[in-house]
Structures are given as structure tokens and as C-alpha cells.
């Protein structure tokens, strides 16, 4: 190559770069925090990054484990008081509201109005993902808590079918017990157990029940007789669960399914989604049924971005990525890897799989019923004080450090007293 042609190379490429440089500059970035990173969560958030990209937009993400709980907060929180908060942040329930107090949220209410959330959004998530009125958090799927999920060639050699009520559910735990399987798998920490709790708890009281008892944190619900017979049937599923539950989490139980090691896990619909990325099928693998006696009420944990302000984020960009979010096309596949419905009841129910078609069903007929009701276990229902004294009174409860009686009395004074922050 003769020097004149490098040079004019060279001088092509001294004016290429800073092109490039603008061009990679102008792309708006979102940063983001999330706690997926199970296996199938892993799935979930690869849909989202996706439609982001294709949005026009670069991805910058930090994943945090936690799942809603205090140490994924406290991560939250300590980005926040170091001054550089996250553009948006995964988040559920009242920590979505926590941060809304603070004035430390932006308004989504611009982009409400053009996308319509307030037709679409089930109003039991819109309690939610608004504050004083204002939209203040995208909702991005609908997970129940209220589902049994099953070992589909456990449950045809035992021979057993869907529990309608409690009865069946006590019968078909007999059987797998009788059978050598663990009846039921559980973990260790005290929001699996509260899960269970409450689907137990909504299963007796029924839905007007559930929302004044833990909703609206009226203390005239709790009637004592309607109190022993929930703390009497929690001790009844603890004798369906194994000794190893002391060391495992909830994704080693679902495992456990998986597995043909035990029948059932009571637990979120967010287990569609781990055994769909394992390529399992529902109907052949798995089985999914509504817990007993909560078959109008759709226990509800809606997994909500929030956006912060003061976080380096152009208003158009957040209104492109909050779009982006609610867009149907990323609800529906999201929600067909997560194993949620999608947090709008417009999206189409055929690609989704039996399981996640049946949960759409059921949330559509909850809206209409307005039993969608928020989850006690995931923060959903009432503020965090609250939450965490029904965590630490069932975990005692479940784990035999407190009988029924001090149980009661503890639920009591969780729902009478101040709901704080």
C-alpha cells in the first residue's frame, strides 16, 4: 500500500472515531437494578433487556438476590444515601410506597394516560403502583401465591386428582406419606412459610375475610374460633413436611418436585416459569391447582419497576423505557418465561402454556370479583411493620417455638397495632 493511501486510511478512520463515540453516546442508557437470578428468573430478564434494546436503548444493569426482601432494600437504600441511585429499580408491594413518602419517585402518570393503564391494570395492583393518586410504578406481571404445584408422575401413581377442598388436600398428602414421598416441600425462611399462611388463611376466612383482616387491618375480622382453626391447619401441613426444610430454600423445593422426590410445593407462580426454562410441560411433568377453597381469589405478588429521581435519566428515556415495560409484546413474553400473568388484562391468552392461560382466567374473573388481593408473604397487603410481625409469628408457629394460642394473640396485636413504615 502506497503512503498516500495509509495516510488517507488514517485520516478516514481519525474521522470515523469520534463519529462512533457521538453516535455510542447518544443511545440513552437505563441502568438498572433487579434481584432476578435463578435460572428461570435469568430468562425473565433476558426478555426485558431485549425489548430495551430493541427500543433503542443501552442496558446497564446490577442484579441483586433478595426477592423483594429487607436485603435487597438495603441495597436499594445504600445506592440511594451514596447519591447515585439506580434509574429504575425492581420492587414490590408497600416498598414501593416506602420511597414514594420520600418524594424520591418519579411520576409515570404522562405515560399512564397515553397507554391507559388505568383500563388495563387490575385495580387491586393499582393500590400499588399508584401513590396519592399518581402513578409511581410499572407493573410488569401478576404472580398468585395461592397454587399448589405438583409432580405429575407422583400424582397418577398415587392415583390422585386436583383437592377441591381441604379434605381432598389432607387425603392426597396421606397418600404420598403412606408412599414414602415427602408430602410437601418447604424451605426455610419465613416468607415461604407465610405464603403458605396465608393461602391457609384465605382458604377459611374467604376473600372479605383476607381483606379486612390484612388488607384493611381491621381487628374485628379476627375472630378467635376462625384464628385456631388456620393455626390448627398449619400444624396439620407442618407434619407433611421433611426435617431437611431447616436448610433449604424455596427454589431447592421446587427442585424437590422436579425431581419425583416430593408431591407438592405450595408456592408463587414464578415456579411456572422454573420449570418452563427446564422445558418441562404442564399436564406431562407438572401438574398446577389452585389451592383449596381459594379458587375465586387471586393472592397477588406483581413484580413493579419504580424510577428514581435524581438518577442520571432523561425524562424522554423514562418514558421510553416505562413504555417499553407495559408494552404487550413484553408482557406476554415475559410472562410466558416468569410463569406470571401479565399485569394488563388485554394480552392474548394463546401462547402462554396451560398453567399460565388457566392463571390469566382466573385473574380476569378475580378483577371483575375484585378479589385480586395483595399477598401478605410478598409485601403486598400491608406495610413492612406488619408484614415482618406476621413473619416472625408464623415462622415460630410453623417452626414449634410457639403454640396456637400465642400465635393468635401475636396475629392480633401485629394487625391492631400502628401500621408504620
Same mark, same amino acid.
Given at each position: ?239 407433611? !413436611?421433611?426435617?431437611?426444610? /431447616?436448610? @433449604?430454600?424455596?427454589?431447592? %423445593? *421446587?427442585? +424437590?418436585?422436579?425431581?419425583? &422426590?416430593?408431591? #407438592? ?45 435524581? !438518577?442520571?435519566?432523561?425524562? /424522554?428515556? @423514562?418514558?421510553?423505557?416505562? %413504555? *417499553?415495560? +407495559?408494552?404487550?409484546?413484553? &408482557?406476554?413474553? #415475559? ?45 403486598? !397487603? ?40
Amino acid at each position: 500500500m502506497r503512503a498516500g493511501s495509509v495516510a488517507a486510511c488514517g485520516l478516514a478512520l481519525a474521522m470515523a472515531l469520534p463519529a462512533l463515540a457521538w453516535a455510542q453516546a447518544s443511545v440513552p442508557k437505563v441502568d438498572v437494578m433487579h434481584w432476578w437470578v435463578s435460572q428461570g428468573e435469568q430468562a425473565s430478564i433476558d426478555v426485558i433487556r431485549r425489548y430495551v434494546r430493541q427500543a433503542g436503548m443501552a442496558w446497564q444493569e446490577e442484579a441483586r438476590p433478595g426477592s423483594g426482601t429487607a436485603r435487597y432494600g438495603d441495597f436499594v437504600r445504600q445506592r440511594v444515601e451514596a447519591g447515585r441511585p439506580p434509574a429504575a429499580a425492581q420492587m414490590i408491594g408497600f416498598d414501593i410506597h416506602y420511597w414514594a413518602r420520600r418524594g424520591a419517585l418519579a411520576s409515570l402518570d404522562a405515560q399512564a394516560r397515553v397507554q391507559e393503564w388505568d383500563e388495563v391494570v387490575p385495580y387491586g395492583i393499582q393500590r400499588l403502583s399508584k401513590y396519592q393518586g399518581h402513578w409511581i410504578a410499572a407493573p410488569i406481571n401478576a404472580h398468585a401465591t395461592n397454587w399448589l404445584w405438583v409432580n405429575k408422575s407422583v400424582l397418577d401413581r398415587l392415583g390422585g386428582t386436583a383437592p377441591d377442598n381441604w379434605d381432598a388436600l389432607i387425603a392426597l398428602l396421606e397418600k404420598a406419606k403412606a408412599a414414602g414421598v415427602v408430602p410437601l416441600a418447604i424451605g426455610k425462611e419465613a416468607w415461604e412459610q407465610t405464603l403458605l399462611f396465608e393461602s391457609v388463611a384465605a382458604g377459611v376466612g374467604g376473600a372479605e375475610f383476607y381483606r379486612r383482616a390484612f388488607l384493611d387491618l381491621d381487628p374485628q375480622a379476627l375472630q378467635p374460633q376462625l384464628l385456631r382453626t388456620i393455626f390448627q391447619r398449619m400444624r396439620q401441613l407442618r407434619a407433611f !413436611a421433611d426435617a431437611g426444610l /431447616a436448610g @433449604r430454600t424455596w427454589d431447592q %423445593a *421446587t427442585r +424437590m418436585v422436579m425431581a419425583g &422426590q416430593a408431591l #407438592l410445593q405450595v408456592q408463587g407462580t414464578w415456579v411456572n416459569g422454573e420449570f418452563t426454562s427446564r422445558r418441562m410441560v404442564p399436564g406431562r411433568q407438572f401438574a398446577c391447582f389452585l389451592f383449596p377453597d381459594t379458587q375465586g381469589i387471586y393472592l397477588f405478588n406483581a413484580d413493579q419497576y419504580v424510577f428514581f429521581q435524581g !438518577a442520571a435519566m432523561a425524562d /424522554a428515556t @423514562r418514558g421510553r423505557f416505562a %413504555a *417499553t415495560l +407495559m408494552d404487550t409484546g413484553l &408482557q406476554r413474553d #415475559l410472562n410466558i418465561a416468569t410463569g406470571a400473568a401479565p399485569a394488563r388484562v388485554d394480552v392474548a391468552l394463546e401462547p402462554f402454556n396451560a398453567c399460565g392461560q388457566q392463571l390469566i382466567r382466573h385473574l380476569r374473573a378475580s378483577n371483575m370479583r375484585r378479589t385480586v388481593l395483595g399477598s401478605v408473604a410478598m409485601g403486598n !397487603a400491608n406495610p413492612p411493620a406488619v408484614k415482618t410481625a406476621i413473619y416472625q409469628l408464623v415462622h415460630a408457629h410453623f417452626t414449634g417455638a410457639i403454640d396456637d394460642e400465642t400465635a393468635i394473640a401475636r396475629l392480633q396485636a401485629a394487625i391492631s397495632g400502628p401500621a408504620s413504615e
